[in-house]
């Protein structure tokens, strides 16, 4: 606004100098002083017009600069809503709140209003607090009570949570498990018969084992999957060691114990929802272990009669280092399990004592309680022929570990067994 009325001034000064040049001119060309000072003279009418100009432009000033006030005025008191987020992406169930600021601060206690363009997607309380409901998109907007033209919007993206963040120990999903028909060889079971299995067998839940950054999300069958016998077992269910060639399939299938549960457990990877497999009682990081077993008791290293062999030795015992980790927290799930048959524990013993020495593993119970089988025996140097005359110790179920992948997500359930949840594919 000054720079205008500079301007003008600059114009008016210009003004007159073009007045005085023209009375020079007229002098010049003789015309008299008396005339040109004269009441109707040149000068006295250049006079009267440049005063008129300059009260127009005076006039002309004083509404600009009163337009100019009323414009600022008007802009002042003009209301302005703003929101904490323009905009929201939200997991399904979630709730976030919006904040509305109104400005000026001399209209902050004007009310606020909300409102949603889907409801079914997600709805927004009096307060602003706004709770997704299903998969989709809407508009949160928040206007003035007593002006609905001033508002603000924020527009909310709802999608599915993943499993991983919304499961706990001990939820149940629904899990579903690959159609695969498999078989297990005598290689892997030392039995003289392959052993035949098919996948869909099983429609039961699953339940969480683990949720932590170090384990990931791992899940186990509510029941066992199906049955398996190991070791060299005949038709009575009792593993017998009539000679070496006895021997040596009960070593070879002790040997691949942990590694024969995890393959038949893999078979239970659906690549949908998972990223790896393994049998409950292996290592819940580091699940196979190949190593032969029974080549830590040879009968040289603790003869009969040494301390060693008499005071009880203890090779190796994979409790201690790996089956007690699931083994602990199935104590906790098995008091509400559903599994009405004993399972497989992928772990291994090795010890000796005053009447010989064996290698065993583990099967558990639905009450969380672990027994030990004997596979293989050796009492001062002789076979021991029967390891063991209790029918069935050698058959029991399957439970198998799978990790989800952590992008899986849920779209409905709450964890309990009535409502479990149920996984999106990937």
């Not at 000072?37 to 509404?63: M, P």
Request: aromatic share 8%.
């Amino acid at each position: 606004m000054k720079e205008q009325m500079k301007i003008l001034k600059e114009q008016g000064i210009t003004l007159v100098a073009l007045v005085v040049t023209i009375i020079i001119l007229l002098i010049l060309a003789g015309v008299t002083l008396n005339i040109a000072l004269s009441e109707n003279g040149i000068f006295n009418k250049t006079k009267q017009a440049v005063e008129k100009y300059e009260e127009s432009q005076n006039k002309e000033l004083n509404d600009i600069e009163k337009l100019s006030d009323k414009l600022s005025e008007i802009m002042q008191e003009k209301i302005n809503i703003k929101l904490s987020k323009e905009n929201l992406i939200m997991d399904r169930e979630d709730k976030e709140v919006l904040v509305a600021t109104i400005m000026p601060e001399k209209d902050e206690n004007k009310k606020v209003k909300w409102k949603s363009s889907n409801e079914d997607v997600a709805e927004v309380s009096e307060e602003g607090e706004v709770t997704a409901k299903t998969v989709g998109k809407t508009t949160i907007e928040a206007f003035l009570e007593d002006d609905n033209k001033t508002s603000a919007i924020c527009k909310v993206t709802v999608i599915n949570p993943t499993i991983a963040k919304k499961a706990k120990f001990g939820s149940y999903i629904k899990y579903e498990v690959p159609e695969k028909e498999f078989t297990m060889t005598p290689e892997q079971t030392g039995q003289d018969e392959n052993q035949e299995y098919n996948t869909s067998t099983y429609e039961g839940l699953w339940r969480v084992l683990y949720n932590d950054e170090e384990h990931g999300l791992q899940i186990i069958s509510d029941d066992i999957v199906g049955k398996l016998t190991l070791g060299h077992v005949d038709s009575d269910g009792n593993q017998y060691i009539r000679n070496e060639e006895d021997e040596k399939k009960a070593k070879i299938a002790y040997n691949k114990i942990v590694s024969t549960l995890n393959t038949f457990s893999r078979y239970y990877v659906n690549p949908k929802y998972a990223i790896s497999g393994r049998s409950v009682g292996s290592n819940p990081i580091t699940p196979d272990d190949n190593e032969t077993k029974t080549e830590k008791l040879i009968k040289s290293d603790y003869p009969k009669g040494s301390d060693n062999w008499d005071s009880g030795c203890i090779l190796f015992n994979d409790y201690n280092t790996t089956t007690k980790y699931d083994r602990d927290l199935m104590s906790s799930l098995n008091n509400e399990t559903n599994a009405e048959d004993t399972f497989w524990f992928a772990s291994r013993l090795g010890y000796c004592n005053e009447y010989g020495a064996r290698f065993s593993t583990d099967y558990g119970k639905k009450d969380g309680s672990l027994y030990s089988c004997n596979f293989w025996a050796m009492g001062d140097g002789e076979l021991n022929g029967i390891i063991s005359s209790n029918p069935g110790e050698f058959t029991h179920g399957v439970k198998p570990v799978i990790t989800i992948n952590p992008n899986v997500q849920t779209q409905s359930g709450n964890g309990e067994e009535s409502t479990p949840f149920i996984l999106v594919d990937m």
